[in-house]
DNA sequence: TCTCTTAGTTCTTATCACGAACTCAGACGA
DNA sequence: TCGTCTGAGTTCGTGATAAGAACTAAGAGA
Protein backbone atom coordinates (compact mmCIF):
# COMPACT_ATOMS: atom_id res chain seq x y z
CA UNK A 1 0.00 0.00 0.00
CA UNK A 2 1.17 3.49 -0.83
CA UNK A 3 1.85 5.25 2.34
CA UNK A 4 -0.73 8.00 3.22
CA UNK A 5 0.64 12.14 2.31
CA UNK A 6 0.42 14.75 4.07
CA UNK A 7 -2.55 16.72 4.45
CA UNK A 8 -3.18 20.50 5.05
CA UNK A 9 -5.88 21.21 8.00
CA UNK A 10 -9.36 21.75 6.51
CA UNK A 11 -12.29 23.56 8.72
CA UNK A 12 -14.42 20.71 9.61
CA UNK A 13 -17.11 23.73 9.53
CA UNK A 14 -20.35 21.51 11.13
CA UNK A 15 -19.74 18.29 9.31
CA UNK A 16 -19.31 15.00 10.79
CA UNK A 17 -17.95 13.23 7.55
CA UNK A 18 -15.23 15.75 7.89
CA UNK A 19 -14.42 15.38 11.46
CA UNK A 20 -14.20 11.70 11.57
CA UNK A 21 -12.41 11.65 8.72
CA UNK A 22 -10.07 14.45 9.74
CA UNK A 23 -9.77 12.62 13.54
CA UNK A 24 -9.07 9.27 11.48
CA UNK A 25 -6.24 11.38 10.16
CA UNK A 26 -5.24 8.52 7.25
CA UNK A 27 -5.85 5.15 6.47
CA UNK A 28 -3.39 3.42 8.57
CA UNK A 29 -5.81 4.31 11.35
CA UNK A 30 -8.49 2.29 9.93
CA UNK A 31 -6.06 -0.77 9.29
CA UNK A 32 -5.13 -0.60 12.91
CA UNK A 33 -8.45 -0.98 13.49
CA UNK A 34 -9.11 -3.52 12.00
CA UNK A 35 -5.89 -5.54 13.22
CA UNK A 36 -7.37 -4.85 16.99
CA UNK A 37 -10.82 -6.31 16.15
CA UNK A 38 -8.78 -9.09 14.66
CA UNK A 39 -7.51 -9.80 18.12
CA UNK A 40 -4.08 -8.39 17.15
CA UNK A 41 -3.53 -6.10 19.58
CA UNK A 42 0.38 -6.00 20.30
CA UNK A 43 3.02 -3.42 19.10
CA UNK A 44 5.05 -5.84 16.98
CA UNK A 45 1.84 -8.38 15.62
CA UNK A 46 0.39 -5.54 14.12
CA UNK A 47 3.88 -3.63 12.73
CA UNK A 48 4.80 -7.30 11.07
CA UNK A 49 1.13 -8.10 9.83
CA UNK A 50 -0.10 -4.82 8.27
CA UNK A 51 3.87 -3.75 7.05
CA UNK A 52 3.70 -0.53 8.75
CA UNK A 53 6.43 1.01 9.39
CA UNK A 54 7.21 1.36 13.32
CA UNK A 55 7.45 5.22 13.36
CA UNK A 56 4.36 5.50 11.89
CA UNK A 57 2.57 2.89 14.02
CA UNK A 58 4.10 4.37 17.03
CA UNK A 59 2.35 8.08 16.09
CA UNK A 60 -0.78 6.51 14.98
CA UNK A 61 -1.59 4.41 18.18
CA UNK A 62 -0.70 7.28 20.11
CA UNK A 63 -3.16 9.33 17.75
CA UNK A 64 -5.99 6.72 18.46
CA UNK A 65 -5.25 6.69 22.34
CA UNK A 66 -5.28 10.38 22.31
CA UNK A 67 -8.49 10.29 20.70
CA UNK A 68 -10.10 7.92 23.32
CA UNK A 69 -10.64 5.54 20.03
CA UNK A 70 -8.06 2.56 21.64
CA UNK A 71 -6.64 2.29 24.99
CA UNK A 72 -3.46 0.73 26.71
CA UNK A 73 -4.06 -2.63 29.00
CA UNK A 74 -1.14 -3.71 30.65
CA UNK A 75 -0.78 -7.63 30.34
CA UNK A 76 2.20 -9.92 32.00
CA UNK A 77 3.26 -13.31 30.32
CA UNK A 78 5.24 -15.66 33.01
CA UNK A 79 8.20 -15.10 32.87
CA UNK A 80 8.13 -11.83 31.34
CA UNK A 81 7.98 -8.23 32.11
CA UNK A 82 4.48 -6.27 32.44
CA UNK A 83 3.91 -5.42 28.72
CA UNK A 84 1.37 -3.16 27.39
CA UNK A 85 -1.38 -3.82 24.18
CA UNK A 86 -4.18 -2.03 22.75
CA UNK A 87 -7.86 -2.62 22.68
CA UNK A 88 -10.54 -0.58 21.17
CA UNK A 89 -12.91 1.80 23.99
CA UNK A 90 -16.33 1.98 23.21
CA UNK A 91 -15.75 4.64 20.88
CA UNK A 92 -13.54 2.44 19.03
CA UNK A 93 -15.92 0.04 18.76
CA UNK A 94 -18.36 2.51 17.48
CA UNK A 95 -16.25 2.30 14.40
CA UNK A 96 -16.78 -1.23 13.85
CA UNK A 97 -19.58 -0.66 11.43
CA UNK A 98 -16.89 1.69 9.24
CA UNK A 99 -15.03 -1.39 9.12
CA UNK A 100 -18.10 -3.56 8.12
CA UNK A 101 -18.92 -1.30 5.31
CA UNK A 102 -15.47 -1.33 3.89
CA UNK A 103 -15.45 -4.78 3.93
CA UNK A 104 -18.62 -5.31 2.80
CA UNK A 105 -18.14 -2.93 -0.14
CA UNK A 106 -14.25 -4.44 -1.31
CA UNK A 107 -16.23 -7.77 -1.58
CA UNK A 108 -18.37 -6.99 -3.55
CA UNK A 109 -16.74 -4.28 -5.66
CA UNK A 110 -12.93 -5.50 -5.87
CA UNK A 111 -13.23 -9.13 -4.52
CA UNK A 112 -16.36 -10.52 -6.70
CA UNK A 113 -18.60 -11.16 -4.19
CA UNK A 114 -16.34 -13.10 -2.33
CA UNK A 115 -15.84 -13.13 1.49
CA UNK A 116 -12.08 -12.46 2.91
CA UNK A 117 -13.35 -11.26 6.43
CA UNK A 118 -16.69 -12.94 8.16
CA UNK A 119 -18.42 -10.51 10.75
CA UNK A 120 -20.76 -12.27 12.86
CA UNK A 121 -22.64 -11.78 16.34
CA UNK A 122 -20.82 -13.23 19.35
CA UNK A 123 -23.81 -15.44 20.26
CA UNK A 124 -25.21 -17.33 17.22
CA UNK A 125 -22.19 -16.96 15.09
CA UNK A 126 -24.69 -15.66 12.29
CA UNK A 127 -23.05 -13.47 9.34
CA UNK A 128 -23.82 -10.06 10.52
CA UNK A 129 -24.64 -7.58 7.65
CA UNK A 130 -25.30 -3.81 7.69
CA UNK A 131 -28.86 -2.26 6.18
CA UNK A 132 -30.09 1.24 5.54
CA UNK A 133 -33.37 1.98 7.96
CA UNK A 134 -35.73 4.63 8.02
CA UNK A 135 -36.39 5.98 11.50
CA UNK A 136 -39.79 3.74 11.37
CA UNK A 137 -37.69 0.39 10.38
CA UNK A 138 -38.55 0.35 6.49
CA UNK A 139 -35.31 -0.79 4.64
CA UNK A 140 -33.90 1.57 2.17
CA UNK A 141 -31.68 0.92 -0.57
CA UNK A 142 -28.43 2.88 -1.47
CA UNK A 143 -29.80 4.58 -4.80
CA UNK A 144 -33.04 5.79 -2.48
CA UNK A 145 -30.89 7.97 -0.33
CA UNK A 146 -30.17 11.46 -0.16
CA UNK A 147 -27.76 13.68 1.50
CA UNK A 148 -27.97 17.02 2.47
CA UNK A 149 -25.78 19.09 4.44
CA UNK A 150 -27.59 21.24 7.40
CA UNK A 151 -26.32 24.65 7.32
CA UNK A 152 -23.85 25.44 10.25
CA UNK A 153 -26.52 28.33 11.81
CA UNK A 154 -28.80 25.46 12.31
CA UNK A 155 -26.14 23.27 13.80
CA UNK A 156 -25.18 26.02 16.06
CA UNK A 157 -28.64 26.69 17.42
CA UNK A 158 -29.19 23.23 17.90
CA UNK A 159 -25.68 23.00 20.29
CA UNK A 160 -26.68 26.34 22.00
CA UNK A 161 -30.24 24.57 22.86
CA UNK A 162 -28.40 22.01 24.64
CA UNK B 1 -6.97 19.14 7.39
CA UNK B 2 -3.45 17.94 7.17
CA UNK B 3 -2.43 16.53 4.06
CA UNK B 4 -3.16 12.37 3.31
CA UNK B 5 0.72 11.30 2.96
CA UNK B 6 2.54 8.57 1.06
CA UNK B 7 1.69 5.14 1.08
CA UNK B 8 3.76 2.28 0.29
CA UNK B 9 2.24 -0.52 -1.15
CA UNK B 10 0.47 -3.15 1.44
CA UNK B 11 -0.16 -6.65 0.43
CA UNK B 12 -3.75 -6.63 0.61
CA UNK B 13 -3.59 -10.45 0.43
CA UNK B 14 -6.90 -11.61 0.56
CA UNK B 15 -8.87 -8.71 2.57
CA UNK B 16 -11.47 -6.94 1.42
CA UNK B 17 -11.13 -4.10 3.98
CA UNK B 18 -7.11 -3.66 3.30
CA UNK B 19 -8.41 -3.57 -0.22
CA UNK B 20 -11.13 -1.13 -0.04
CA UNK B 21 -8.95 1.30 1.97
CA UNK B 22 -5.99 0.69 -0.63
CA UNK B 23 -8.12 1.39 -3.48
CA UNK B 24 -9.59 4.53 -2.31
CA UNK B 25 -6.16 5.65 -1.12
CA UNK B 26 -6.54 8.26 1.13
CA UNK B 27 -9.24 10.26 3.24
CA UNK B 28 -9.43 13.02 0.31
CA UNK B 29 -11.23 10.62 -1.90
CA UNK B 30 -13.63 9.92 0.83
CA UNK B 31 -14.57 13.82 0.95
CA UNK B 32 -14.23 14.28 -3.08
CA UNK B 33 -17.47 11.75 -2.83
CA UNK B 34 -19.10 13.27 0.20
CA UNK B 35 -18.70 16.44 -1.98
CA UNK B 36 -20.62 14.45 -5.14
CA UNK B 37 -23.33 13.35 -3.32
CA UNK B 38 -23.98 16.51 -1.49
CA UNK B 39 -24.70 17.49 -5.07
CA UNK B 40 -21.34 19.26 -5.53
CA UNK B 41 -20.08 18.02 -8.74
CA UNK B 42 -17.80 20.80 -10.45
CA UNK B 43 -13.96 21.16 -10.05
CA UNK B 44 -14.08 24.57 -9.19
CA UNK B 45 -17.00 23.85 -6.43
CA UNK B 46 -15.29 20.73 -4.92
CA UNK B 47 -11.89 22.56 -4.67
CA UNK B 48 -13.31 25.85 -2.71
CA UNK B 49 -15.39 23.63 -0.82
CA UNK B 50 -12.76 21.39 0.67
CA UNK B 51 -10.15 23.40 -0.05
CA UNK B 52 -7.96 20.73 -1.50
CA UNK B 53 -5.15 21.65 -3.84
CA UNK B 54 -5.94 21.40 -7.23
CA UNK B 55 -3.18 19.02 -8.37
CA UNK B 56 -4.62 16.84 -5.84
CA UNK B 57 -7.98 17.27 -6.82
CA UNK B 58 -7.67 16.38 -10.07
CA UNK B 59 -5.15 13.13 -9.48
CA UNK B 60 -8.01 12.12 -7.02
CA UNK B 61 -10.83 12.75 -9.63
CA UNK B 62 -8.69 10.52 -12.02
CA UNK B 63 -8.57 7.74 -9.48
CA UNK B 64 -12.20 7.74 -9.04
CA UNK B 65 -13.05 7.38 -12.74
CA UNK B 66 -10.21 4.99 -13.25
CA UNK B 67 -11.62 2.80 -10.21
CA UNK B 68 -15.41 3.14 -11.54
CA UNK B 69 -16.61 5.06 -8.53
CA UNK B 70 -16.83 8.10 -10.59
CA UNK B 71 -17.68 8.92 -14.06
CA UNK B 72 -18.08 12.09 -15.68
CA UNK B 73 -21.20 13.52 -17.44
CA UNK B 74 -20.87 16.42 -19.93
CA UNK B 75 -22.98 19.64 -19.30
CA UNK B 76 -23.64 22.83 -20.80
CA UNK B 77 -25.44 25.51 -19.97
CA UNK B 78 -26.54 28.48 -22.40
CA UNK B 79 -23.98 30.57 -23.39
CA UNK B 80 -21.34 28.14 -22.61
CA UNK B 81 -19.27 25.56 -23.95
CA UNK B 82 -19.67 22.21 -23.06
CA UNK B 83 -18.08 20.89 -19.67
CA UNK B 84 -18.36 18.02 -17.87
CA UNK B 85 -19.24 17.53 -13.70
CA UNK B 86 -18.25 14.31 -11.94
CA UNK B 87 -21.51 11.74 -10.36
CA UNK B 88 -20.60 8.90 -8.39
CA UNK B 89 -21.53 5.49 -10.85
CA UNK B 90 -23.48 2.61 -8.87
CA UNK B 91 -20.20 1.38 -7.69
CA UNK B 92 -19.56 4.93 -6.05
CA UNK B 93 -22.82 4.61 -5.09
CA UNK B 94 -22.11 1.45 -3.22
CA UNK B 95 -19.69 3.59 -0.78
CA UNK B 96 -22.74 5.45 0.28
CA UNK B 97 -22.61 3.74 3.55
CA UNK B 98 -19.69 4.06 4.30
CA UNK B 99 -20.38 8.02 4.30
CA UNK B 100 -23.24 7.34 6.79
CA UNK B 101 -20.98 5.21 9.55
CA UNK B 102 -18.73 8.31 9.64
CA UNK B 103 -21.15 10.86 9.86
CA UNK B 104 -23.05 8.36 12.43
CA UNK B 105 -19.92 8.38 14.53
CA UNK B 106 -18.79 11.75 13.97
CA UNK B 107 -22.51 12.82 14.86
CA UNK B 108 -21.98 10.68 18.38
CA UNK B 109 -18.28 10.74 19.23
CA UNK B 110 -17.14 14.04 17.86
CA UNK B 111 -20.28 16.62 17.42
CA UNK B 112 -22.34 15.53 20.70
CA UNK B 113 -25.15 13.97 19.15
CA UNK B 114 -25.44 17.00 17.27
CA UNK B 115 -26.70 16.11 13.29
CA UNK B 116 -24.56 17.93 10.92
CA UNK B 117 -25.30 16.25 7.57
CA UNK B 118 -29.08 14.86 7.24
CA UNK B 119 -29.27 11.66 5.46
CA UNK B 120 -32.97 10.42 4.38
CA UNK B 121 -34.70 8.41 2.21
CA UNK B 122 -35.86 9.83 -1.31
CA UNK B 123 -39.66 8.94 -1.35
CA UNK B 124 -40.64 9.62 2.24
CA UNK B 125 -38.02 11.99 3.27
CA UNK B 126 -37.56 10.40 6.81
CA UNK B 127 -34.33 9.61 8.16
CA UNK B 128 -32.00 6.84 7.76
CA UNK B 129 -29.70 5.05 9.49
CA UNK B 130 -27.04 2.29 9.51
CA UNK B 131 -28.02 -1.10 11.38
CA UNK B 132 -26.42 -4.39 11.86
CA UNK B 133 -28.67 -7.23 11.11
CA UNK B 134 -27.61 -11.14 10.81
CA UNK B 135 -28.68 -12.59 7.40
CA UNK B 136 -31.95 -14.24 9.86
CA UNK B 137 -33.04 -10.38 10.37
CA UNK B 138 -32.12 -10.08 13.90
CA UNK B 139 -30.80 -6.76 14.55
CA UNK B 140 -26.86 -6.76 16.70
CA UNK B 141 -25.48 -4.12 18.53
CA UNK B 142 -21.59 -2.78 17.22
CA UNK B 143 -20.31 -4.68 20.80
CA UNK B 144 -21.74 -8.01 19.96
CA UNK B 145 -19.78 -8.97 16.55
CA UNK B 146 -16.77 -10.85 16.44
CA UNK B 147 -14.60 -10.44 12.98
CA UNK B 148 -12.46 -13.17 12.02
CA UNK B 149 -10.27 -13.31 8.38
CA UNK B 150 -10.38 -15.95 6.87
CA UNK B 151 -7.52 -18.05 5.63
CA UNK B 152 -5.89 -17.18 2.24
CA UNK B 153 -6.35 -20.35 1.49
CA UNK B 154 -10.04 -21.39 1.58
CA UNK B 155 -10.78 -18.11 0.05
CA UNK B 156 -8.50 -19.00 -2.67
CA UNK B 157 -10.71 -22.31 -3.14
CA UNK B 158 -13.41 -20.03 -3.36
CA UNK B 159 -12.39 -18.08 -6.14
CA UNK B 160 -11.64 -21.20 -7.82
CA UNK B 161 -14.86 -22.62 -7.77
CA UNK B 162 -16.23 -19.82 -8.95
C1' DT C 1 -8.83 41.27 -30.57
C1' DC C 2 -9.44 41.32 -25.72
C1' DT C 3 -11.37 39.57 -21.72
C1' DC C 4 -13.89 36.21 -18.87
C1' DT C 5 -14.72 31.71 -17.04
C1' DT C 6 -13.94 26.88 -15.97
C1' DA C 7 -10.83 23.26 -15.64
C1' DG C 8 -7.12 21.71 -15.18
C1' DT C 9 -1.34 21.42 -15.31
C1' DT C 10 3.24 22.85 -13.89
C1' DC C 11 6.61 24.01 -10.67
C1' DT C 12 8.85 24.86 -6.12
C1' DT C 13 8.99 24.05 -1.46
C1' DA C 14 7.92 21.83 2.84
C1' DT C 15 6.27 17.83 5.08
C1' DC C 16 5.83 13.30 6.14
C1' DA C 17 6.33 8.08 5.33
C1' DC C 18 9.83 4.59 4.82
C1' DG C 19 13.14 1.60 6.71
C1' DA C 20 17.19 0.50 9.01
C1' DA C 21 19.60 1.18 13.09
C1' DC C 22 19.50 2.35 17.70
C1' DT C 23 17.72 2.74 22.60
C1' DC C 24 15.45 1.09 26.68
C1' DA C 25 14.09 -2.01 30.34
C1' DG C 26 13.24 -6.08 32.54
C1' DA C 27 14.21 -11.36 32.60
C1' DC C 28 17.30 -14.89 32.54
C1' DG C 29 21.68 -17.67 32.25
C1' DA C 30 26.48 -18.23 33.35
C1' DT D 1 27.90 -9.07 37.76
C1' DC D 2 27.99 -9.35 33.03
C1' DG D 3 26.12 -10.47 28.74
C1' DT D 4 22.22 -11.59 26.07
C1' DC D 5 17.49 -11.80 24.62
C1' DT D 6 13.01 -9.82 23.62
C1' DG D 7 9.26 -6.50 22.99
C1' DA D 8 8.37 -1.85 22.26
C1' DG D 9 9.25 1.80 20.74
C1' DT D 10 12.58 6.21 18.94
C1' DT D 11 15.89 8.39 15.88
C1' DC D 12 17.46 9.80 11.60
C1' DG D 13 18.61 10.19 6.58
C1' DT D 14 16.30 9.89 2.19
C1' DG D 15 12.82 10.10 -1.10
C1' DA D 16 8.04 10.70 -2.44
C1' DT D 17 4.14 13.72 -2.54
C1' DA D 18 0.77 17.40 -1.03
C1' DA D 19 0.35 22.47 -0.84
C1' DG D 20 -0.21 26.46 -3.16
C1' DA D 21 0.61 29.83 -6.48
C1' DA D 22 1.17 30.67 -11.20
C1' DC D 23 0.36 29.31 -15.71
C1' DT D 24 -2.17 27.15 -19.75
C1' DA D 25 -6.15 25.90 -22.60
C1' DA D 26 -10.35 26.74 -24.98
C1' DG D 27 -14.66 28.39 -26.06
C1' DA D 28 -18.06 32.63 -25.39
C1' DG D 29 -19.10 37.21 -25.83
C1' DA D 30 -18.18 42.28 -26.25
Redesign the pocket.
Known sequence: ????????PIDAGNCSIIGAVDALG?V?SILVLRELFLGIR????IQGDL??????L??R??RLVELGVVRTVAYQE????V???YRPTRKGVGLLPLLVTLKTWGDEHLNLGVETVRITERESGEDVRVEFRTVSGKQVQPNQLVAQQISPAVVAGVRRNR
Open positions: MVAPKPRTDWRFNDGISRSVAALAPGDRRHE
